[in-house]
């Protein structure tokens, strides 16, 4: 539950009048014991961090102070500042010459006062709501550089570290208190920090023209890259300021249809790069990185006759430009925090809670420019993450599908770690250093042309990473159940068309225990008709477009749809007969009851040549077991009868060139359910190879 610049409170009564607000804290009532603001009140320590508590409003339009907010019923997690951590502060505002001396009297106007004030203060709480509980470090990630699941009162996500001695925990930086954290209060915990948790809140955009503005070593040659292709105004892209001010106004419904779910209260839009360093670049040109010019990297990568297909005129903003092409395959269009940068729930051998990898995972993300797939790979037997990383698996019937070895020009490049402190912490995206150069060649999309690519669907859809969406980790009604606005609302899914009678409601289902893969699962209901551009294809080949599927739902609520396929999203072609989802793989479950499927499933045994006849029989008939690689509780998806794929479209695709999927109810009958977890695009020489069946992962 968050307030504030991120919302409005949820727990709390608003009363508008005249464009200022009045947060009735008195449901908010105290709990025996010492409240927040009780505990920094009594020690001195925390003076001037009380001040700014009185002086600070919850939002621009509020007339509650943060003091009051703090002395109230609530889940609060505060990294309090010292007043020597907040002189420190001042003393580099000083040093920076951004104010006149070292003191608040030093301050050149009040907007600057304030806003300083505001940052301080709203970086350093973070509201959990009613239905949530306060953190403490016990309940920090324990992945290193992970983001804390709830944003702070400034809406931005703090990320954790941990120190390599001394049980040391940094917030973004910053250093807690050894001996003063993890002060249970009534309303929350506290934790004292050494230094002013100060994200930075300038965009990847201004960060690039920064960096040539002041001629700072790091990233400079992407910044003249960037530059040179025109991609720095799209990367100053923070929010969508007209959804915004619709749901401020009530425009975009909360809660919607048969299940209880709410909007998304924000439309942001973020970035991820993966930059070569200046210290690659040095090393490779052999100068210092602040006298290379866009000319030195034209002539560098014509030498190695980088993207030969692409113009090689000087019209880099083009994006048929060898340069652009370049340049682009280096960014995302969502922002990955570097926990996120692969997702993982319930893959084999996973543990969260001891921080354990299990079997090999990998996310493929198209990227900026023209549409290229990037891969990015994690395992258990090599810390960190790589892009595109194609090793040789252990990946047999009886494998455990980890990682055996990696052939030499397979290895792919390591993803150092971003730098979040001050000004290279962006408010819209995050910048990864890499120490090789990043291509799409021809042996990447070679490589990458001889796997199957699975997409969990939600990573087709940026928005679901810029706006936390994807596998929430927060578990309340609000992040659990999310309904995406209907395109006559507000066009919420830049890739996706939702017809009139199209609800389409994504569930978390943290802790459920569904047979999903990552644990979550998109439910479209309504007479619906839904058109989906789908990931560009690697390599030009026969693909087969399967789909993952359960059968049945609630009470044989799944429904029967008709796919459609092609180039143009306007006129897609129908392909084969509509699809069945009250199929399973050993009986259709109707409303009226069950009936045998005849599809051929039948669970495993320890002979493995008739396991093979048996997938041969599903396949025949357009079906597969579920991938072996996640679990629900103690049962593998394959070993599961109520999920399968099913093989919807076998068709040559292209590379370079957009395919559409479209799919549309057949029955009418508006509480019919479409089910989507996952998608695979599956090569011919995968799927048919006569000498290297596919695995069953």
Not at 108 to 115: A, C, N, Y
Not at 234 to 259: A, C, F, M, N
Not at 389 to 395: G, K, S
């Given at each position: 539950?968050?307030?504030?610049?991120?919302?409005?409170?949820?727990?709390?009564?608003?009363?508008?009048?005249?464009?200022?607000?009045?947060?009735?804290?008195?449901?908010?009532?105290?709990?025996?014991?010492?409240?927040?603001?009780?505990?920094?009140?009594?020690?001195?320590?925390?003076?001037?961090?009380?001040?700014?508590?009185?002086?600070?409003?919850?939002?621009?339009?509020?007339?509650?102070?943060?003091?009051?907010?703090?002395?109230?019923?609530?889940?609060?997690?505060?990294?309090?500042?010292?007043?020597?951590?907040?002189?420190?502060?001042?003393?580099?505002?000083?040093?920076?010459?951004?104010?006149?001396?070292?003191?608040?009297?030093?301050?050149?106007?009040?907007?600057?006062?304030?806003?300083?004030?505001?940052?301080?203060?709203?970086?350093?709480?973070?509201?959990?709501?009613?239905?949530?509980?306060?953190?403490?470090?016990?309940?920090?990630?324990?992945?290193?550089?992970?983001?804390?699941?709830?944003?702070?009162?400034?809406?931005?996500?703090?990320?954790?570290?941990?120190?390599?001695?001394?049980?040391?925990?940094?917030?973004?930086?910053?250093?807690?208190?050894?001996?003063?954290?993890?002060?249970?209060l009534s309303n929350g915990y506290l934790h004292a920090v050494k230094q002013v948790i100060a994200p930075n809140d300038?965009?990847?955009?201004?960060?690039?023209?920064?960096?040539?503005?002041?001629?700072?070593?790091?990233?400079?040659?992407?910044?003249?890259?960037?530059?040179?292709?025109?991609?720095?105004?799209?990367?100053?892209?923070?929010?969508?300021?007209?959804?915004?001010?619709?749901?401020?106004?009530?425009?975009?419904?909360?809660?919607?249809?048969?299940?209880?779910?709410?909007?998304?209260?924000?439309?942001?839009?973020?970035?991820?790069?993966?930059?070569?360093?200046?210290?690659?670049?040095?090393?490779?040109?052999?100068?210092?990185?602040?006298?290379?010019?866009?000319?030195?990297?034209?002539?560098?990568?014509?030498?190695?006759?980088?993207?030969?297909?692409?113009?090689?005129?000087?019209?880099?903003?083009?994006?048929?430009?060898?340069?652009?092409?370049?340049?682009?395959?280096?960014?995302?269009?969502?922002?990955?925090?570097?926990?996120?940068?692969?997702?993982?729930?319930?893959?084999?051998?996973?543990?969260e809670n001891m921080n354990a990898r299990g079997v090999a995972m990998c996310d493929y993300y198209t990227t900026m420019?023209?549409?290229?797939?990037?891969?990015?790979?994690?395992?258990?037997?090599?810390?960190?993450?790589?892009?595109?990383?194609?090793?040789?698996?252990?990946?047999?019937?009886s494998g455990n599908y980890h990682e055996l070895s990696c052939d030499p020009g397979k290895e792919g490049i390591f993803?150092?770690?971003?730098?979040?402190?001050?000004?290279?912490?962006?408010?819209?995206?995050?910048?990864?250093?890499?120490?090789?150069?990043?291509?799409?060649?021809?042996?990447?999309?070679?490589?990458?042309?001889?796997?199957?690519?699975?997409?969990?669907?939600?990573?087709?859809?940026?928005?679901?990473?810029?706006?936390?969406?994807?596998?929430?980790?927060?578990?309340?009604?609000?992040?659990?159940?999310?309904?995406?606005?209907?395109?006559?609302?507000?066009?919420?899914?830049?890739?996706?068309?939702?017809?009139?009678?199209?609800?389409?409601?994504?569930?978390?289902?943290?802790?459920?225990?569904?047979?999903?893969?990552?644990?979550?699962?998109?439910?479209?209901?309504?007479?619906?008709?839904?058109?989906?551009?789908?990931?560009?294809?690697?390599?030009?080949?026969?693909?087969?477009?399967?789909?993952?599927?359960?059968?049945?739902?609630?009470?044989?609520?799944?429904?029967?749809?008709?796919?459609?396929?092609?180039?143009?999203?306007?006129?897609?072609?129908?392909?084969?007969?509509?699809?069945?989802?009250?199929?399973?793989?050993?009986?259709?479950?109707?409303?009226?009851?069950?009936?045998?499927?005849?599809?051929?499933?039948?669970?495993?045994?320890?002979?493995?040549?008739?396991?093979?006849?048996?997938?041969?029989?599903?396949?025949?008939?357009?079906?597969?077991?579920?991938?072996?690689?996640?679990?629900?509780?103690?049962?593998?998806?394959?070993?599961?009868?109520?999920?399968?794929?099913?093989?919807?479209?076998?068709?040559?695709?292209?590379?370079?060139?957009?395919?559409?999927?479209?799919?549309?109810?057949?029955?009418?009958?508006?509480?019919?359910?479409?089910?989507?977890?996952?998608?695979?695009?599956?090569?011919?020489?995968?799927?048919?190879?006569?000498?290297?069946?596919?695995?069953?992962?």
């Open positions: 539950m968050k307030y504030g610049i991120k919302g409005f409170f949820f727990s709390v009564i608003f009363t508008l009048s005249a464009c200022t607000e009045t947060v009735d804290v008195s449901t908010r009532y105290e709990f025996e014991g010492r409240t927040a603001l009780d505990y920094i009140m009594l020690h001195e320590k925390y003076s001037t961090y009380e001040q700014l508590l009185h002086q600070v409003k919850v939002s621009s339009v509020s007339k509650t102070t943060v003091a009051q907010l703090l002395d109230a019923r609530g889940h609060f997690t505060i990294f309090a500042p010292t007043n020597e951590a907040i002189q420190a502060h001042l003393d580099t505002l000083y040093a920076q010459h951004e104010i006149d001396a070292p003191a608040w009297e030093g301050f050149r106007d009040s907007l600057k006062l304030d806003s300083v004030r505001r940052m301080i203060v709203l970086n350093s709480i973070i509201d959990s709501g009613d239905d949530y509980p306060a953190f403490e470090t016990i309940d920090l990630p324990v992945t290193q550089d992970a983001e804390i699941p709830l944003p702070n009162m400034n809406d931005r996500k703090l990320t954790v570290y941990y120190g390599e001695e001394n049980g040391d925990i940094f917030i973004n930086g910053c250093l807690l208190d050894a001996t003063q954290r993890d002060i249970p300038i965009t990847m955009g201004n960060f690039f023209s920064q960096i040539l503005i002041d001629r700072s070593e790091g990233y400079h040659v992407m910044a003249m890259l960037v530059k040179a292709v025109g991609l720095t105004d799209t990367l100053k892209k923070y929010r969508d300021e007209v959804y915004e001010k619709r749901y401020q106004q009530g425009l975009i419904p909360d809660e919607w249809y048969t299940y209880e779910g709410y909007a998304p209260q924000h439309r942001y839009m973020g970035f991820t790069c993966f930059a070569e360093t200046d210290a690659f670049w040095s090393e490779t040109l052999g100068k210092p990185a602040l006298d290379i010019t866009v000319q030195d990297v034209v002539d560098y990568l014509t030498d190695r006759n980088i993207y030969p297909d692409a113009r090689k005129d000087q019209n880099y903003c083009d994006e048929g430009n060898f340069l652009h092409r370049f340049v682009t395959y280096h960014f995302l269009p969502e922002k990955l925090s570097k926990d996120h940068l692969v997702y993982h729930y319930n893959e084999e051998g996973y543990n420019g023209q549409r290229r797939l990037l891969k990015l790979y994690e395992c258990a037997e090599n810390e960190g993450t790589f892009l595109n990383r194609f090793p040789n698996l252990d990946n047999g019937r993803v150092g770690k971003p730098d979040l402190e001050g000004k290279n912490s962006l408010i819209n995206g995050y910048v990864y250093p890499i120490d090789q150069l990043l291509v799409f060649d021809d042996e990447t999309a070679r490589n990458m042309g001889k796997s199957r690519l699975r997409f969990d669907a939600t990573s087709l859809w940026p928005e679901f990473m810029n706006n936390d969406i994807r596998c929430s980790k927060i578990t309340d009604e609000r992040h659990l159940r999310v309904c995406i606005p209907k395109d006559v609302i507000y066009p919420y899914l830049a890739d996706l068309r939702l017809s009139d009678d199209t609800y389409f409601i994504y569930w978390t289902a943290r802790g459920w225990g569904w047979m999903n893969y990552l644990g979550d699962e998109v439910n479209i209901q309504g007479n619906m008709d839904v058109t989906m551009r789908l990931p560009p294809v690697p390599y030009t080949d026969t693909y087969e477009l399967r789909y993952s599927c359960q059968n049945g739902g609630v009470m044989g609520n799944r429904g029967i749809f008709q796919f459609y396929w092609g180039e143009d999203p306007d006129n897609l072609a129908a392909m084969d007969i509509p699809l069945d989802l009250m199929i399973g793989s050993e009986q259709r479950s109707t409303k009226a009851g069950y009936f045998p499927s005849g599809i051929g499933w039948e669970q495993d045994t320890d002979d493995d040549d008739y396991n093979i006849n048996v997938d041969k029989i599903m396949r025949n008939k357009g079906f597969m077991k579920g991938a072996n690689i996640y679990r629900a509780g103690s049962v593998v998806a394959r070993k599961s009868s109520i999920t399968m794929r099913r093989i919807i479209i076998k068709k040559k695709m292209e590379a370079n060139k957009m395919y559409y999927l479209r799919f549309k109810a057949c029955l009418d009958d508006p509480k019919r359910e479409f089910y989507l977890d996952y998608l695979e695009l599956c090569p011919k020489s995968v799927y048919d190879n006569p000498y290297e069946p596919e695995d069953i992962w």
